[in-house]
Nanobody
Framework: QGQLVESGGGLVQAGGSLRLSCATP????????LGWFRQPPGNDREFITA????????AVADSVKGRFTISRDNAKNTLYLQMNSLESEDTAVYYC?????????????????????WGQGTLVSVSS
């Protein structure tokens, strides 16, 4: 199993957009539930959004609903997070994660402890 590697973080002004990517060079995660989490400075890691292995079902935290969109390309073994209308409160280290347990194709979970495989994180800073 390859690593999970996030990219696309950086500094952006409030109201702007960023797209994060998560790839697994040398591996595959087409059978896994995938999720995005974030950890703001001084706070616990929190759930943002997740997508089923089939890509047909998602879960989204209320704090980002309508602004963030998760998607996946199983052929490219890549997960995406499109972030629009960014706010200063979105400043955090963003992590992608995989739930490698066996589930139905439309299963999705928001529970942090269900995810057993994590990337190293990418920093998103939103200036007001």
């Amino acid at each position: 199993q390859g690593q999970l590697v996030e990219s696309g973080g950086g500094l952006v002004q409030a109201g702007g957009s960023l797209r994060l990517s998560c790839a697994t060079p040398g591996g595959t995660f087409s059978n896994y539930v995938l999720g995005w989490f974030r950890q703001p400075p001084g706070n616990d890691r929190e759930f943002i959004t997740a997508i089923s292995s089939s890509g047909t079902n998602t879960a989204v935290a209320d704090s980002v609903k309508g602004r963030f969109t998760i998607s996946r390309d199983n052929a490219k073994n890549t997960l995406y997070l499109q972030m629009n209308s960014l706010e200063s409160e979105d400043t955090a280290v963003y992590y992608c994660a995989a739930d490698r347990a066996s589930h139905s194709a439309d299963y999705v979970t928001s529970r942090l402890h269900d995810y057993d495989y994590w990337g190293q994180g990418t920093l998103v800073s939103v200036s007001s």
